[in-house]
Nanobody, 124 residues
Framework: QVQLVESGGGLVQAGGSLRLSCATSGRTYSTYAMGWFRQAPGKEREFVAQISATSVIITYGDSVKGRFTISRDSAKNTVYLQMNSLKPEDTAVYYC?????????????????WGQGTQVTVSS
């Protein structure tokens, strides 16, 4: 059982950068794969990135490859999503998720715990 709280969202201009944080709690955090998803108004929840429990395997959604970086700091029980070269199309509510598996899936159903979300708005 883990709790997740996202932070770091806000308004940024196209081409800018933003770093999201996901603070987690729970003694089993290090055994969970972690992922980021996003959902824009009227659209389905979209896979952004996942990082395996050991940080060895990392996966990105096609739309963010080369621009976003996921990482985790076990000492701080925190997962990050560094977003660079932001585009208006990146505007969405971003959710942190935890999966009871070594490697995270690319579908929302593969995750067991979710944060409340943080809004990211990219202006043109």
């Amino acid at each position: 059982q883990v709790q997740l709280v996202e932070s770091g969202g806000g308004l940024v201009q196209a081409g800018g950068s933003l770093r999201l944080s996901c603070a987690t709690s729970g003694r089993t955090y290090s055994t969970y794969a972690m992922g980021w998803f996003r959902q824009a108004p009227g659209k389905e929840r979209e896979f952004v990135a996942q990082i395996s429990a050991t940080s060895v395997i990392i996966t990105y959604g096609d739309s963010v490859k080369g621009r976003f970086t996921i990482s985790r700091d076990s000492a701080k029980n925190t997962v990050y999503l560094q977003m660079n070269s932001l585009k208006p199309e990146d505007t969405a509510v971003y959710y942190c998720a935890a999966a009871k598996s070594a490697v995270g899936a690319t579908t929302a159903r593969g995750y067991d715990y979710w944060g409340q979300g943080t809004q990211v708005t990219v202006s043109s």
